[in-house]
């Protein structure tokens, strides 16, 4: 099934607050979510696996990802590293 997107923002704080309330996947580094990253309420999923990076996707602790955006995050996952390979 395709990924539909049902909002596309450049606010950081707006993005912020939808990961937090589940309502959606954020792309991020670290910088900025510190809070919450300590209360747990946000969690780093790195999308290279070889070396430590704080760009990532944040999503609410705890949350299972439904099949699309798990697909697609795997598919973003893989594009980064093919292009770190070039």
Not at 10 to 18: I, P, R, W, Y
Not at 69 to 84: H, S, T, V
């Amino acid at each position: 099934q395709p990924l539909q997107i049902i909002m596309q923002t450049s606010s950081f704080e707006l993005v912020k607050q939808m990961a937090c309330q589940g309502r959606g996947v954020a792309f991020l580094n670290q910088l900025g979510i510190e809070d919450e990253l300590r209360r747990k309420s946000l969690v780093h999923l790195p999308l290279k696996k070889t070396q430590p990076s704080l760009l990532g996707i944040y999503v609410r602790a705890g949350r299972s990802l439904p099949p699309a955006i798990d697909r697609f995050c795997r598919l973003a996952a893989q594009q980064m590293e093919q292009g770190q390979a070039s």
